[in-house]
């Protein structure tokens, strides 16, 4: 699976903050890493506040998001090379850096970059991965890998590499070959693929949907 790295400019503002959470959940849910959704959201709350905070309201940022390794990348670009982040221990009276605390808490590992412009307040979040292009192993997807394989191998299809390894290309043209052959299976035994085709759909929402309450 392809997660290319996105970034998004933004005002720091209170109201930005559910907006670039609702976004974080978005993209986490196309890269299939709902497991982390929610520690996600809390690093880009927090690091969205520390800028409003202690940079100022309206100041210009980004946020950038990124898989570096088997780690889910997070930073937040500001202006303001001297409002560093503080740390302080969130059993102490003061408010103030209570949000990276909570950060610290979450995350493998976080840090702040100084540069000529501003700087960069990041964080690194561990995901399931076993490799920065693989996907998260679940039963579901290693049952249709595992089929998806033999299936590649015994059906002849112009995007093959010689070699016969399942890319990402070679595996979606796979998919769709597959699905049509199941699609002729069902029509040949009298089945109706419409029908079928609709009540995958609602299985694959309903296992989706249950995967989201449970994360």
């Known amino acids: 699976m392809s997660r290319e790295p996105w970034e998004l400019a933004f005002t720091a503002e209170p109201v930005e903050v559910a907006a670039l959470r609702r976004i974080m959940r978005l993209h986490l ?3 299939g890493l709902q497991d982390i ?3 996600a959201q809390l690093c880009v709350s927090e ?4 800028v409003i905070t202690h940079v100022g309201l309206g100041a210009p940022a980004t946020l950038a998001v990124s898989v570096r390794g088997t780690h889910l990348r997070i930073e937040v670009h500001d202006p303001d090379p001297r409002a560093l ?13 209570r949000g990276m605390a909570l950060v610290d808490a979450v995350a493998d590992r976080w840090g702040v970059l100084l540069r000529a412009d501003g700087k960069v307040t990041w964080c690194e979040l561990a995901t399931k991965l076993t490799a920065p292009t693989g996907h998260v192993e679940a039963p579901s997807v290693m049952r249709a890998e595992a089929v998806l394989s033999l299936y590649a191998a015994a059906t002849p299809l112009p995007c ?12 979606e043209e796979t998919v769709i070959a597959a ?11 009298g089945r109706d693929a419409d029908d079928m085709l609709d009540r995958a759909q609602m299985r694959f929402e309903a296992e989706c949907a249950a995967l989201w309450e449970g994360a």
Do not use: C, K, Q, Y
């Open 160 to 171: 093959r590499t010689r070699v016969g390894r399942l890319t990402s290309v070679v595996a």
């Open 85 to 97: 982040p503080v740390l302080r221990d969130p059993s102490t009276e003061s408010l103030e850096g």
């Open 37 to 39: 959704t929610d520690e």
């Open 47 to 50: 690091l969205v506040s520390n």
């Open 179 to 189: 699905i049509t052959d199941f699609l002729h299976w069902l029509r040949a035994h």
């Open 29 to 31: 849910d196309i890269w």
